[in-house]
């Protein structure tokens, strides 16, 4: 194999090593409702909702979003963006040291 093939690989690794937790904590989430791993984008939207929800702060949110992306790409599924990238627009806002209270 070439260099670049195996340095892809050595690079796909360290990434499945970073994102190994929030990947598992995902799964976990996923047997406890019922739902599948590959459910879609409304069903990780409603995971980091509830994350947000239970106090992880955005930053965690944003990377648990990346590692189930992650997850997607690998193993070659689509995963529709949109209601996550909302999911994490609203708790953005939420978060926010500027947020007006009503």
Wanted: charged fraction near 25%; hydrophobic fraction near 45%.
């Amino acid at each position: 194999m070439g260099p670049w093939i195996e340095a892809e690989r050595e690079q796909d690794r360290k990434q499945s090593e970073s994102y190994r937790e929030g990947i598992c904590a995902f799964a976990e989430w996923c047997d406890y409702y019922g739902v599948s791993l590959a459910a879609g984008g409304h069903i990780v939207a409603g995971y980091l909702l509830e994350l947000g929800a239970d106090g992880a702060p955005l930053p965690v949110l944003i990377r648990v979003a990346a590692a189930v992306d992650f997850l997607y790409r690998r193993t070659r599924r689509f995963l529709e963006r949109e209601p996550i990238d909302a999911a994490l627009a609203l708790m953005a806002a939420q978060m926010s040291v500027d947020r007006t209270l009503n």
